[in-house]
């Protein structure tokens, strides 16, 4: 069996509750490399708790359950160490960072995360550059203040030119096409498949079968109530998107064919 096979991401059981509430009530996932999943649901499912759990936040308490990150136990890590052992959240609501410029920034989390690799800072302009024309980004946002004063659409750009620039084991997108228009939203997804190698595991949290359209899932889990309710290929996101949402609450419920 190849390598590409291998699982690099493994969630089994896991419960998280905020403020004392339980929020995502024994979610298992298991992404292969080279694999991109889609997590959708409605507000309140439990998504992007999944997401900041998985990532770290502190407000968010991952009360059961394991994760795995190429074979590395990610709970035994903070946030910092996720990050250095490959993991990546792009958030819903990316912060501003008045006073830190955008090169600056992205410098910082490369030298982070290469313990100081001489060669990788060598080629560190270059490749910033590179990345901003991927991304259609005017090379003056290098001096630009980390997402202060940016638009929607140039706030998710960032977040993908990090993934572009780190090159994360597993990234976790949390609503990256929230907020963008179709330009602004085909750019970000060329983006994340030029940034995704066949290494690498994504997954995509949406509530929008359109991103779906421009970054191909290989597999689509549906949330609600804290726990996923259904997984399947591709077509499950477009029934979603034609049917809603009603016909999944019915089938959960065990009314179907009533």
């Known amino acids: 069996m190849g390598n590409s096979n291998k699982t690099i991401f493994s969630v089994k059981d896991v419960h998280v509750k905020i403020e004392g509430q339980e929020v995502v009530k024994g979610v298992s996932l298991e992404i292969r490399k080279g694999e991109k999943h889609a997590l959708m649901g409605l507000n309140g499912s439990g998504k992007s708790s999944l997401a900041n759990a998985l990532a770290g ?3 968010y308490e991952i009360t ?3 994760v ?8 035994d890590m903070n ?13 819903q609501y990316p912060l501003a960072i008045p006073g830190v410029t955008v090169a ?3 410098r910082s989390a490369i030298k ?17 550059k590179d990345k901003f024309k991927l991304l259609r980004m005017d090379d003056k946002f290098a001096t630009r203040y980390v997402n202060d004063g940016f638009s929607g659409g140039e706030k998710k750009r960032l977040e993908i030119l990090q993934m572009a620039m780190l090159q994360p084991k ?3 997108l949390d609503e990256t096409d929230s907020g963008l228009d179709i330009d602004a939203l085909k750019i970000v997804s060329e983006g994340i498949n030029a940034s995704a190698s066949k290494e690498d595991g994504v997954l995509l949290v949406t509530h929008y079968q359109r991103l779906l359209d421009y970054v191909k899932p290989d597999f689509v889990h549906v949330m609600m109530d804290g726990k996923i309710v259904k997984s399947g290929s591709p077509e499950l996101a477009r029934k979603l998107e034609d049917q809603g949402y009603d016909w999944l609450k019915a089938e959960k419920a065990g009314k179907v064919g009533v």
Do not use: C, Q, V, W
């Open 64 to 66: 059961s359950g394991e």
């Open 68 to 75: 795995y990150l190429d074979g590395e136990n990610l709970l």
């Open 170 to 172: 597993m990234a976790i």
């Open 104 to 106: 600056n920034f992205m």
């Open 112 to 128: 982070s995360h290469s313990g100081n690799n001489e060669e990788l800072l060598r080629g560190f302009r270059k490749d910033l």
């Open 57 to 59: 936040h502190p407000n």
């Open 79 to 91: 946030p910092t160490e996720r990050s250095r052992a490959g993991l990546f959240l792009a958030f």
